[in-house]
């Protein structure tokens, strides 16, 4: 056995390019939009590990309701490989790139992929949600407090949002379903800057 690149090691009789076992992450693969479940088949017909978790919506029709299958991260497709060796994924139809910081990709952890895993084998109600973060501003959609603005604080069985008079510097935090909350856009951001300057 030799020593390959970065100390793994390749076995002889192999394809020299190839690594060995262990190599390899997951990674987030950016697909062409509604490419997502033939990117993975394609990748899976090449020997890949992919993962493409999907959600059940039931949609009108005008004459009845169908269950249709979708992405739960439109325009992405997990997948497992050595980046070292990526060309055969970006030469995929429908990939567009590796998700990642420039021209180099960054996995995605396996506790991420894992989670992700337990939650569509669970066979629980999933649907895609706005990404929160602590301290971003958030509008809540629904409710008594509708159009009302603040920052997201916490989330447990609901959400924390804080708000505040910034003229007399007091905040008031209070939980509403998190159902109801969804993250402020750039543009509205925007637009509640302008009106305020």
Known sequence: MDSGVNGHWWLAE???????E???????????RNREKSVAEILRGKGYQD???TYVSRRKWSDRYKDLEFPLFPGYVFCRFDPRWRLPILT???????VGNGRVPVPVEDSEIDALRAVVASRLRVEPWPYL???QRIRIEAGALTGLEGIFLEMRKSCRVVV???LLQRSVAVEVDRSC?????TASRRSFLAAAG
């Open 92 to 98: 995929t139809p429908g990939v567009v790139m590796v």
């Open 164 to 166: 505040s008079v910034e």
């Open 51 to 53: 993962f493409l978790p």
């Open 22 to 32: 262990g190599a390899e992450c997951w990674f987030a693969l950016s697909t062409k």
């Open 14 to 20: 192999e394809d020299e390019r190839r690594p060995a």
């Open 181 to 185: 909350v969804r993250p402020l856009d």
């Open 133 to 135: 973060s602590v301290g």
